[in-house]
Structures are given as structure tokens and as C-alpha cells.
């Protein structure tokens, strides 16, 4: 454990070097995040598939209860059940368009983990940042429970529990809890709990700050304690659902999946479930009494409970949809949270955007009109006419426009065309527009994943960290 | 440039006007208008008031400015707009902002009759290192210290003690008049 506690320390060190100028001490809000004893507990696994690259390479980390798919390096770090994911880096051969640039890739992309501590951490996508191609860096870097660092180089960066940051090289930046950046390139900046900031330099500027103490009950964190709030519990409360299935080496599908479809083998499965064709259901999803339609998607940390997805339906990872009835073509941003009631569903229309880092929460039933954007926090109908605007509204907007805690500058046809066009590659890369023999994405290439385990020392000096480990075809 | 010293051009300090700590804006609001009908000095006005401790030692000025920032609505909307430039949002977009919210706030009456019970020291500024200079020192030094830290007035020093204010207004005054006497040599 000796060598694990100085790694940890090590960690600190370097984090608070790089933010000595926000000055920042991590140190208190990181230092009993995760007991390292937990490090033991847990074996690490990976994924081997034909179709995408293997090649791990692991040295002086602990990986307890993380997953890793693709071509991954970590050095001197602390992954806890993290999910480092791998699948959509860029191939060798690949070209990346940026701005006026077309810029080949010379080698396959890969995720660098180095001096870095994440907890409960979703990795995914490929490195956006045309300065850096080939590899997807993460340096000197913590992030907290549910974190999201999706297609983000980081270097010096701290974020926050339920943090993402989304197609964004990141720099000595703190990233508070519960918010959600994506803006190409961004240092030195410490963005507060709650923020929602989405920004195309020259194209458009949205940002949305929730009240923090409305925010407060549903996520809280300060330092010397772990994260707390309802967001917590409710994923607290369904813990033991996802021992089995971690605990169990094989298990039984449960269920009926089309051959089109991809059920993760590490997603819980509740009774009363229907997938659909080219449904995507990843690791660690969450279902229960859900019925998903052609298409949809339920990715990493997704729970989706008592309700039913029409279809084509995006469900972002760490998403959260309860007692609700969803139309087609839906979106439904990162680490959302939607929640209706047995006797007051919640009810959506088609093509409606619901923002990442939106909370939905109500005791009397509330329908969304088709086609609506949707942010912020919504417990009523007055919320959601201060915290909405039909996509066509929107559209409209060339200059610039607040509408209760949202600032918006720009073309709001530029926001929405952008959004609509992620919506689609997300789709697309999930495999959900799969005709049978073209257009395959992960729903396809995802199934017949097998898995092999590593296993940490369990004693001595080393205890919790895992040897050094090089896995290659 | 020329032969002006600090001491020839400063406002004494018992024509200047001053509050004791604790008064309201209000207090120094009449405090000021009083000193601007008994100076007779120049054409220039009092633009400003000293704040004095229990000990009559200057803690603090109250310019113009100060008074206007404190009258202005400090709700938490207004200080999310001073967020807006960390998150790229043009100062054209900002500045638009403070407009529709300024509207939107509470009417000046009304905000006045609120300010007046309202501290000095909570909008006074402190004096900082480079605000203090001594009556000694000449034209050329004032200009420099009153540039470089752009200040409105200094606060003039013999020994220990603060004897006066010496304004921009009094320093561009006698700048002006060298330069006349420049012009007339040439």
C-alpha cells in the first residue's frame, strides 16, 4: 500500500502545480475520495475485439474495477472503475479536417494516462485537438465520480463529480461539479459547479449557470468529504445490481437482442426490458422495465427506468431517464437527469434537444412539445417555459438573447444545425441507421466483445497497484 | 520643466471635505456639497471626500465614481454578467446585458433613498503605496505618480503627516500654464 499512497501523493503534487495559479489545493478534495484499501477489491478488464486496436500498455498504476478497450497507456496513475473507452480513436491513414486543414493521421490514436487519478471516469471518444492527432493525453489530471472526459485532451485539470468536458482540450483548469464544457480549447479557467457552457468561437456562445441552491440536493461537494446529493443516492441505491454482474463470469442474457443490437455484458438488465434493431446498450447502463426503440441508445452510466425510447433516441453517457415516455429522435445530453413519477410522466416529444446537464425533476405530469430545446433545471411548467424555446425560435436568434439564467450569442440556427449534425454522427457511430450491411457502428461492432481480466499485488509493498503489463495481438 | 512644487498647488487638507468613518453616502454626499460652496479656490470643484478614522487619519477617498457604483443594483444577475467575459461572450454582448438589466432593476429614486444608508467605507477606495506624495516634490513627480497610477488626486505628505490633496485638475492646470509660458519663450 506504501508505494500507492506515495503514488497518490505524487498525484496531488502535480495537480496542484499546475493550478498554483487558480490557487487550488486538490489535496482536500481528492485525498479520501476513494479509500485506497478499495484498490484491492477489485480486477481490472479489457475488451478484444476484431475490430479495433489492441494494445495496452500498463506501468506503475492501479486500475482497480476500470475497463479499457483499444490502445491505452497509463503511467503513475489511479483508475477506479473507469471506463477508458477507446473505440472511436482515430486510425492510422485516417484524415482529420480541421478548419482550412486536412491533416493525415500517421499513426493509430491512442490514450495516454499519465500522473493522473480518475474516479469512476467515462474516457470515450478521439482527441479533437489538431495539435495533438495521435494521442488523446490525460496529464496530471483528477476528475471525480461520473466524470466525462469525452474527446478532451487535459493537462493540469481537476474536475469536478459529475463534470464533463466534451471535445475540449483543457489546461490547469477547474471544472466544477455538475458542469459541462465544451468550448475547443480552454486554460486557466475555473468554471463553477453548475455551469453549462457550450461555445463555437465566431459561430455561437451559450451559457447557462444553474442556481446553486437548487443544485445543492442533487449534488454537493466540498473538500474532506466524498460527493453527496441525490444524484449520489440514486446511483448509491442501485449499486449492488451491478455486483452481480461484475461478480459473475457468465452470465445469461436475459433477455431478447436482435442480432443487429449490442447488449454490454457489464449493463444491468431488470426485468420487462424490449430492445429493438440497432440498439446500442454499453457497460454499466442501467435498465429496468424500458422498452428502446430501432435505434436508440443507452450509453456508459445510463439509466433508463420505467420508460419507453420511441426510437433513434440518444441517451448520453451518465444520462438518467425515470417514469418517462420519450419520443423519437431525442436527445438527451450528458449526465441529464429526468425524472417524472409513477402517476406524473414526464413526456417528451420528437426531435426535442435536452441539453446536457439538465435536471428534470417534477411531481405533477408535464409534457414537452416537439421539437423544443431544453436546459437547466425544470421541477413545473413555469420552469420549462423560462428554461425552453422551440428549436425553430432558437434558430431564429442572430445577435444575442438571455432568457432567464441562459446567455446566448450568436446564430442560434448555427447552435441548433451543430447540434442536430452531432446528434446524427452520434447515431451513426452507435450504428443505429445499420441497413444490414452498410452504415455498421458500435450496436454492430460491439457484439462478441470478449473480456480478460488483470488482477492487482494483494499484499507487500506494491499492494493495489498492478504490475507492469503489456498486452498486445 | 518647471518650478511648481506639490505644496504651491495642493487643496489643504481643512479645505477639503471629510467624513468620519461609519457615515452614510449620504452624509458625505452634503459633507461634499458644503465643501464646494466655501471653496472659493478655483473654478474647479470638490470632486471628492475623505474618509477619517476615530484618530482623523485618511482611510479612504470617495470620488464621484464610488458614489455612482454604490447607487447602482448589486443583484446577483448583475454579477453573473461580470462572468461573461471568462466564457468569451463579446463586451459588445455584455455591455447589452448590463443595459436590459439595469432597466429591469430598481429605479434610481428608489436606489438613492437605499444608498443613503449606506456606509462610506463599504465603497470608499483605500489609498494605495503609490497615492501618497510628499509636499516637496515637484511638478514633474506629481505627473508621473497621477500617470502611472491614474489617479485622480494624491495625497499630499509632510513627514508623517497628510497636510493636503493635490488634484489632477490643480497638476493639469499648472502643466498648462508652463506651456504657455513654453509658447510665449518661443
Same mark, same amino acid.
Given at each position: 500500500?506504501?508505494?500507492?499512497?506515495?503514488?497518490?501523493?505524487?498525484i496531488?503534487?502535480r495537480?496542484n502545480?499546475?493550478?498554483?495559479?487558480?490557487?487550488?489545493?486538490?489535496?482536500?478534495?481528492?485525498?479520501?475520495?476513494?479509500?485506497?484499501?478499495?484498490?484491492?477489491?477489485?480486477y481490472?478488464?479489457?475488451?478484444?475485439?476484431?475490430?479495433?486496436?489492441?494494445?495496452?500498455?500498463?506501468?506503475?498504476?492501479?486500475?482497480?474495477?476500470?475497463?479499457?478497450?483499444?490502445?491505452i497507456r497509463?503511467?503513475?496513475?489511479?483508475l477506479?472503475?473507469?471506463?477508458?473507452?477507446?473505440?472511436?480513436?482515430?486510425?492510422?491513414?485516417?484524415?482529420?479536417?480541421? =478548419?482550412?486543414?486536412? &491533416?493525415?493521421?500517421? %499513426? +493509430?490514436?491512442?490514450? /495516454?494516462?499519465?500522473?493522473? !487519478?480518475? @474516479?469512476?471516469?467515462l474516457?470515450?471518444?478521439f482527441?479533437?485537438?489538431?495539435?495533438?492527432?495521435?494521442?488523446?493525453?490525460?496529464?496530471?489530471?483528477?476528475?471525480?465520480?461520473y466524470?466525462?472526459?469525452?474527446?478532451?485532451?487535459?493537462?493540469?485539470?481537476?474536475?469536478?463529480?459529475?463534470?464533463?468536458?466534451?471535445?475540449?482540450t483543457m489546461?490547469?483548469c477547474?471544472?466544477?461539479?455538475?458542469?459541462?464544457?465544451?468550448?475547443?480549447?480552454?486554460g486557466?479557467?475555473?468554471?463553477?459547479?453548475?455551469?453549462?457552457?457550450?461555445?463555437s468561437?465566431?459561430?455561437?456562445?451559450?451559457?447557462?449557470?444553474?442556481?446553486?441552491?437548487?443544485?445543492?440536493?442533487y449534488i454537493n461537494?466540498?473538500?474532506g468529504?466524498?460527493p =453527496?446529493?441525490?444524484? &449520489?443516492?440514486?446511483? %448509491? +441505491?442501485?449499486?449492488? /445490481?451491478f455486483?452481480r454482474? !461484475?461478480d @459473475?463470469?457468465?452470465?445469461?442474457?436475459?433477455?431478447?437482442?436482435?442480432?443487429?443490437a449490442?447488449?454490454?455484458?457489464?449493463?444491468?438488465?431488470?426485468?420487462?426490458?424490449?430492445?429493438?434493431?440497432n440498439v446500442?446498450?454499453?457497460e454499466?447502463?442501467y435498465?429496468?422495465n424500458?422498452?428502446?426503440?430501432?435505434?436508440?441508445?443507452?450509453?456508459?452510466?445510463?439509466?433508463?427506468?420505467n420508460?419507453r425510447l420511441?426510437?433513434?433516441?440518444?441517451?448520453?453517457h451518465?444520462?438518467?431517464?425515470?417514469?418517462a415516455?420519450?419520443?423519437?429522435?431525442i436527445?438527451?445530453?450528458?449526465?441529464?437527469?429526468?425524472?417524472?413519477?409513477?402517476?406524473?410522466?414526464?413526456?417528451?416529444g420528437?426531435?426535442c434537444?435536452?441539453?446536457p446537464?439538465?435536471?428534470?425533476?417534477?411531481k405533477?405530469?408535464?409534457?414537452?412539445?416537439?421539437g423544443?430545446?431544453?436546459?437547466?433545471?425544470?421541477?413545473?411548467?413555469?420552469?420549462?417555459?423560462?428554461?425552453?424555446?422551440t428549436?425553430?425560435?432558437?434558430?431564429?436568434?442572430?445577435?444575442?438573447?438571455?432568457?432567464?439564467?441562459?446567455?446566448?450569442?450568436?446564430?442560434g440556427?448555427?447552435?441548433?444545425?451543430?447540434?442536430r449534425?452531432?446528434?446524427?454522427?452520434?447515431?451513426e457511430?452507435?450504428g443505429?441507421?445499420?441497413n444490414?450491411?452498410?452504415?455498421?457502428?458500435?450496436?454492430?461492432?460491439?457484439?462478441?466483445?470478449?473480456?480478460?481480466?488483470?488482477?492487482?499485488?494483494?499484499?507487500?509493498?506494491?499492494?493495489?497497484l498492478?504490475?507492469?503489463?503489456?498486452?498486445?495481438? | 520643466m518647471?518650478?511648481?512644487?506639490?505644496?504651491?498647488?495642493?487643496?489643504?487638507?481643512?479645505e477639503?471635505?471629510t467624513?468620519?468613518?461609519?457615515?452614510?453616502?449620504?452624509?458625505?454626499?452634503l459633507?461634499?456639497?458644503?465643501?464646494?460652496?466655501?471653496?472659493?479656490?478655483?473654478?474647479?470643484?470638490?470632486?471628492?471626500?475623505?474618509?477619517?478614522?476615530?484618530?482623523k487619519?485618511?482611510?479612504?477617498?470617495?470620488?464621484?465614481?464610488?458614489?455612482?457604483?454604490?447607487?447602482?443594483?448589486?443583484n446577483e444577475?448583475?454579477?453573473?454578467?461580470?462572468?461573461?467575459?471568462?466564457?468569451g461572450?463579446?463586451?459588445?454582448?455584455?455591455?447589452?446585458?448590463?443595459k436590459?438589466?439595469?432597466?429591469?432593476?430598481?429605479?434610481?429614486?428608489?436606489?438613492?433613498s437605499?444608498?443613503?444608508k449606506?456606509?462610506v467605507?463599504?465603497?470608499?477606495?483605500a489609498p494605495?503605496?503609490?497615492?501618497?506624495?510628499?509636499?516637496?516634490?515637484?511638478?514633474?513627480?506629481?505627473?508621473?505618480?497621477?500617470v502611472?497610477?491614474?489617479?485622480?488626486?494624491?495625497?499630499?505628505?509632510?513627514?508623517k503627516k497628510?497636510?493636503g490633496?493635490?488634484?489632477?485638475?490643480?497638476?493639469?492646470a499648472?502643466v498648462?500654464?508652463?506651456?504657455?509660458?513654453?509658447?510665449?519663450?518661443?
Amino acid at each position: 500500500m506504501k508505494e500507492l499512497e506515495k503514488l497518490l501523493d505524487r498525484i496531488i503534487q502535480r495537480i496542484n502545480i499546475n493550478l498554483r495559479e487558480l490557487d487550488y489545493d486538490v489535496g482536500p478534495f481528492i485525498k479520501n475520495l476513494v479509500p485506497l484499501d478499495q484498490m484491492v477489491k477489485f480486477y481490472a478488464f479489457y475488451g478484444i475485439t476484431p475490430h479495433h486496436p489492441l494494445d495496452f500498455v500498463f506501468r506503475h498504476s492501479s486500475l482497480a474495477g476500470s475497463y479499457f478497450l483499444g490502445k491505452i497507456r497509463t503511467r503513475n496513475s489511479i483508475l477506479y472503475k473507469s471506463d477508458i473507452r477507446g473505440d472511436e480513436l482515430k486510425h492510422r491513414g485516417d484524415v482529420f479536417h480541421y =478548419q482550412k486543414f486536412e &491533416i493525415p493521421v500517421n %499513426r +493509430d490514436e491512442g490514450i /495516454d494516462i499519465e500522473d493522473s !487519478f480518475l @474516479v469512476k471516469t467515462l474516457v470515450h471518444n478521439f482527441s479533437h485537438d489538431p495539435e495533438t492527432l495521435e494521442k488523446f493525453f490525460i496529464n496530471d489530471t483528477v476528475a471525480a465520480h461520473y466524470a466525462n472526459i469525452h474527446g478532451s485532451p487535459s493537462d493540469g485539470c481537476f474536475l469536478g463529480p459529475f463534470a464533463t468536458v466534451d471535445l475540449t482540450t483543457m489546461r490547469d483548469c477547474i471544472i466544477g461539479a455538475f458542469s459541462y464544457v465544451q468550448a475547443g480549447e480552454i486554460g486557466h479557467l475555473n468554471v463553477g459547479p453548475g455551469t453549462v457552457w457550450v461555445r463555437s468561437p465566431d459561430d455561437f456562445n451559450f451559457l447557462y449557470h444553474h442556481s446553486l441552491p437548487d443544485l445543492d440536493p442533487y449534488i454537493n461537494y466540498g473538500p474532506g468529504r466524498p460527493p =453527496q446529493g441525490l444524484l &449520489i443516492d440514486f446511483v %448509491r +441505491d442501485r449499486k449492488e /445490481d451491478f455486483k452481480r454482474v !461484475f461478480d @459473475v463470469v457468465k452470465l445469461d442474457t436475459p433477455v431478447m437482442v436482435p442480432p443487429n443490437a449490442s447488449l454490454d455484458r457489464y449493463a444491468v438488465i431488470k426485468p420487462k426490458i424490449h430492445i429493438s434493431e440497432n440498439v446500442l446498450v454499453a457497460e454499466r447502463a442501467y435498465l429496468q422495465n424500458a422498452w428502446l426503440g430501432k435505434g436508440a441508445n443507452a450509453q456508459e452510466n445510463c439509466y433508463i427506468i420505467n420508460s419507453r425510447l420511441e426510437g433513434f433516441n440518444v441517451t448520453a453517457h451518465g444520462a438518467k431517464i425515470i417514469e418517462a415516455d420519450l419520443g423519437k429522435n431525442i436527445f438527451v445530453g450528458f449526465n441529464s437527469f429526468l425524472r417524472g413519477r409513477a402517476r406524473s410522466r414526464l413526456n417528451v416529444g420528437d426531435e426535442c434537444i435536452i441539453m446536457p446537464h439538465t435536471i428534470i425533476d417534477i411531481k405533477k405530469p408535464l409534457t414537452i412539445p416537439p421539437g423544443h430545446l431544453v436546459w437547466g433545471m425544470i421541477t413545473g411548467s413555469d420552469d420549462l417555459s423560462l428554461n425552453s424555446m422551440t428549436l425553430k425560435d432558437f434558430s431564429k436568434i442572430d445577435g444575442g438573447r438571455i432568457h432567464g439564467n441562459m446567455s446566448f450569442e450568436g446564430r442560434g440556427a448555427r447552435f441548433v444545425s451543430a447540434f442536430r449534425e452531432r446528434i446524427h454522427h452520434i447515431l451513426e457511430a452507435n450504428g443505429a441507421f445499420f441497413n444490414g450491411r452498410d452504415r455498421r457502428g458500435h450496436a454492430q461492432k460491439n457484439q462478441n466483445i470478449s473480456f480478460n481480466t488483470i488482477q492487482p499485488y494483494t499484499d507487500g509493498e506494491f499492494e493495489g497497484l498492478f504490475p507492469t503489463i503489456i498486452i498486445q495481438p | 520643466m518647471s518650478d511648481y512644487l506639490v505644496k504651491e498647488l495642493m487643496v489643504p487638507l481643512s479645505e477639503y471635505a471629510t467624513v468620519p468613518e461609519g457615515s452614510t453616502l449620504f452624509d458625505a454626499v452634503l459633507e461634499l456639497e458644503k465643501a464646494q460652496e466655501e471653496f472659493d479656490h478655483t473654478k474647479y470643484k470638490h470632486r471628492g471626500v475623505l474618509i477619517l478614522d476615530k484618530n482623523k487619519r485618511i482611510i479612504g477617498k470617495l470620488g464621484q465614481l464610488d458614489v455612482l457604483r454604490a447607487l447602482e443594483p448589486k443583484n446577483e444577475e448583475l454579477s453573473d454578467v461580470d462572468q461573461l467575459g471568462q466564457f468569451g461572450f463579446s463586451s459588445n454582448f455584455i455591455r447589452n446585458v448590463r443595459k436590459q438589466l439595469r432597466l429591469q432593476a430598481t429605479p434610481l429614486k428608489g436606489l438613492c433613498s437605499k444608498a443613503a444608508k449606506l456606509k462610506v467605507e463599504d465603497f470608499m477606495q483605500a489609498p494605495s503605496e503609490g497615492e501618497y506624495i510628499d509636499q516637496e516634490a515637484s511638478l514633474e513627480i506629481a505627473v508621473l505618480q497621477l500617470v502611472m497610477g491614474q489617479h485622480l488626486s494624491l495625497l499630499v505628505t509632510k513627514g508623517k503627516k497628510i497636510v493636503g490633496i493635490l488634484r489632477l485638475t490643480d497638476v493639469f492646470a499648472a502643466v498648462f500654464h508652463t506651456m504657455k509660458e513654453c509658447e510665449i519663450i518661443l
